[in-house]
């Protein structure tokens, strides 16, 4: 599975952004996952979807800013980010694996990586 994530960009706090993952590769991928890693911080969970059914979980840290949705026909899955403060700017991944998980060591693809930063 090759994974291609992109949207990222310079916003203003309290803007939003939108990114996209672009899924290649082998057909059927039960869980795409969003993650995003600060400087100097681990790899955090933002939330994940189950692809077939739709059902969604999300950290409670972005709970109710952040929103994950997909397009089965095109295999992407979206990040829609509002509200966002200067403590959302990180490289933002998206991931992909077979099993619903808050774990980034449970999924076994993963995208490049897009940059986001929020400025104050």
């Known amino acids: 599975v090759q994974l291609q994530a992109s949207g990222g960009g310079l916003v203003q706090a309290g803007g939003s952004l939108r990114l996209s993952c672009a899924a290649s590769g082998r057909s059927i991928v039960v869980f795409m996952g969003w993650f995003r890693q600060a400087p100097g911080k681990e790899r955090e969970f933002l939330g994940y979807?189950?692809?077939?059914?739709?059902?969604?979980y999300y950290s409670e840290s972005v709970k109710g800013r952040f929103t994950i949705s997909r397009d089965n026909a095109e295999n992407t899955v979206d990040l829609q980010m509002n509200s966002l403060k200067p403590d959302d700017t990180a490289l933002y991944y998206c991931?992909?694996?077979?099993?619903?998980?808050?774990?980034?060591?449970?999924?076994?693809?993963w995208g490049q990586g897009t940059q986001v930063t929020v400025s104050s």
């Open positions: 979807i189950r692809r077939h059914t739709g059902r969604i």
């Open positions: 991931a992909a694996g077979d099993y619903g998980s808050t774990d980034a060591r449970n999924y076994a693809y």
